[in-house]
């Protein structure tokens, strides 16, 4: 009797541990679908960036913009007033004409190409102004990843700001224009594309507003630390290669030169 008191009790217990793990099981991918559900990160500038995870990182927070963390952005945590849940189910994807969504890095690189700019000035511009988010709003009503006015964009002849390539295009040529009007002064471009060129005129310069300091000063900023971390890979690039040359075994014939073989300077050519 004690023995088959102890089968059933292992039984039960076999039961309700299977049954527990099923509950798991359950629970783990609700977790890990709650985990990667689509966020919104609500910023302190009024802007919000959609996002399908995140993760901090001593005082940043880096907001990944796909489950394989293949792209993010990095945001400040002091920046970030919290997060909301986005209700919003995703846009299908602009294709191309193979029928993929065309990268981000291909639409910047033709708008840039177009309007013959530094595709890495026109992503830290993109950065600056949306943190990448193709459906950024800002309070006063610019939209997608360059922050098109409604008005600037219409006179731009962008139809629809959150396209992609349409927004992309139509900034990277209103920063060329603002390029052009201000002599190739790209700070004066710069706070111009964020305040107007009224307000660079009115004050002959960037306008004492915090905003747009911050504005200039940090796409700037991020602008020359990309070009000076490409030249210090460029020289590093250049010295392991003449290190190699040297290290390289010579090539170069043993013993006499053939008969048939001229050089140069006894070339009668």
Request: charged share 20%; hydrophobic share 40%.
């Amino acid at each position: 009797m004690i023995r088959g008191r102890s089968s059933a009790t292992v039984r039960a217990t076999r039961a309700a541990a299977k049954g527990a793990a099923s509950f798991c099981a359950v629970a783990i991918i609700l977790l890990a679908r709650s985990a990667t559900a689509a966020e919104l990160a609500i910023l302190r500038n009024g802007f919000s960036i959609r996002h399908e995870h995140r993760r901090v990182v001593g005082a940043t927070t880096r907001l990944y913009f796909a489950a394989d963390d293949s792209s993010f952005t990095d945001v400040p945590t002091a920046e970030i007033t919290g997060y909301e849940e986005d209700l919003l189910l995703p846009l299908p994807a602009t294709a191309d004409a193979r029928g993929s969504a065309p990268a981000l890095n291909e639409v910047v690189n033709s708008a840039s190409a177009a309007y013959h700019l530094d595709p890495d000035l026109v992503n830290s511009v993109i950065h600056a102004e949306s943190g990448f988010n193709s459906r950024a709003v800002s309070p006063k009503g610019a939209r997608g990843l360059m922050q098109l006015m409604p008005s600037t964009a219409g006179q731009l002849g962008v139809h629809d700001a959150f396209d992609p390539a349409t927004n992309v295009e139509g900034g990277s040529r209103y920063l060329r224009e603002l390029l052009e009007r201000y002599n190739f002064d790209l700070v004066k471009a710069l706070a111009a594309y964020n305040a107007g060129p009224q307000r660079v005129e009115q004050y002959r310069g960037v306008p004492p507003f915090r905003e747009t300091r911050a504005y200039v000063a940090r796409i700037v900023h991020e602008y020359n630390t990309k070009k000076i971390a490409q030249e210090k890979e460029a020289k590093q690039k250049q010295a392991a290669a003449r290190a190699a040359s040297k290290k390289a075994p010579s090539r170069a014939p043993q013993g006499p030169k053939p008969a048939a073989t001229a050089s140069v300077a006894e070339s009668p050519y």
